[in-house]
């Protein structure tokens, strides 16, 4: 994973550990930004537990995309997460947008 994204991750916790709304707007424009294969996991992970609609929406709309599912697949997988867990995310979202 790149540096500067896993730096960015670390900075959009700690922004909202400290209710810095507008660095944490600016951490999730910037992994949104950096969104790839390798991150989408632990970037929507970080999404989930630090409540940013935006940056799980822009997440699971990337890893909906066919071309992008493999290398999702190996980012959950690097963040111990069950697929079954990713499909359900997936699923509820694109469910409730049609």
């Given at each position: 994973?790149?540096?500067?994204?896993?730096?960015?991750q670390?900075?959009?916790?700690?922004?909202?550990?400290?209710?810095?709304?507008r660095?944490?707007?600016?951490?999730e424009?910037?992994?949104?930004?950096?969104l790839?294969?390798?991150t989408?996991?632990?970037t929507l992970?970080?999404?989930?537990?630090?409540?940013?609609t935006?940056?799980?929406?822009i997440?699971?709309?990337?890893?909906?995309n066919?071309?992008?599912?493999?290398?999702?697949?190996?980012?959950?997988e690097?963040?111990?997460?069950?697929?079954y867990?990713?499909?359900?995310?997936?699923?509820?979202?694109?469910?409730?947008?049609?």
């Amino acid at each position: 994973m790149c540096t500067s994204t896993n730096m960015v991750q670390h900075l959009l916790a700690v922004s909202d550990l400290y209710n810095l709304d507008r660095l944490k707007l600016l951490c999730e424009s910037k992994l949104c930004e950096e969104l790839s294969a390798e991150t989408v996991a632990t970037t929507l992970a970080l999404a989930e537990q630090h409540q940013c609609t935006q940056l799980k929406a822009i997440c699971l709309k990337f890893a909906a995309n066919p071309a992008n599912l493999g290398g999702a697949f190996v980012g959950y997988e690097r963040c111990k997460f069950k697929l079954y867990q990713f499909y359900c995310f997936a699923l509820f979202d694109l469910d409730k947008n049609t």
